[in-house]
């Protein structure tokens, strides 16, 4: 589960995140072309972003889509337009078909720890490139992500959802 949540907060903030359990060969990416979050990723936009405070240019990761068993490196730029600080937190949801595996309110802070990053975020550019080893068994299906970002004042950060369906090998 740490693995998942880690992966998360990477797709949020490498801009962030694939499901640490969304690798597995012979997939099927599901797409929103008017959500699409730019770049090579599965991710989408959760609604209209033009009060976000983060605004992403582009998520890419390599490969794409991922390979169980494999390394997965995901690169990220987005651009803050205030100061991330202490406080700031994200709603987080993963589903395996219908069934949810987490739902979870953590703080965005002390998973930034685990993606080498300072909090407070500083206003402006960032970039963030991450390495992931993907689990060589991942159990076929469509998995789901919900990630939706908050500061600490509850003014929306961002919103991200990804979806892939992986197929038996």
């Known amino acids: 589960m740490r693995l998942l949540t880690n992966t998360v907060f990477l797709f949020l903030f490498s ?20 959500r699409a979050v730019p770049g090579e990723n ?17 998520v890419n990761l390599s490969p794409n889509p991922p390979s169980a068993g494999s390394n997965l490196t995901i690169e990220a730029v987005g651009t803050f337009a205030e100061d991330i600080e202490e406080g700031a937190y994200v709603n987080l949801q993963v589903k395996y078909g219908l069934i949810r595996l987490i739902n979870t309110k953590e703080d965005l802070c002390a998973q930034l720890k685990n993606l080498d990053k300072p909090c407070p975020l500083k206003e402006g550019e960032t970039t963030i490139t991450k390495e992931v080893d993907l689990p060589a068994q991942i159990p076929p299906g469509k998995y789901t992500v919900l990630a939706d970002v ?3 004042d509850d003014r929306k950060i961002i919103c991200l959802e990804a979806a892939v369906t992986f197929s038996r090998a």
Do not use: G, M, R, W
């Open 15 to 34: 801009y962030t995140i694939v499901n640490a359990s969304l690798f597995f060969d012979d997939q099927n990416v599901l797409e929103d072309n008017d």
């Open 42 to 58: 599965p991710l989408t936009y959760c609604q209209a972003t033009k009060d976000d405070i983060l605004a992403i240019e582009h």
């Open 150 to 152: 908050y500061t600490k």
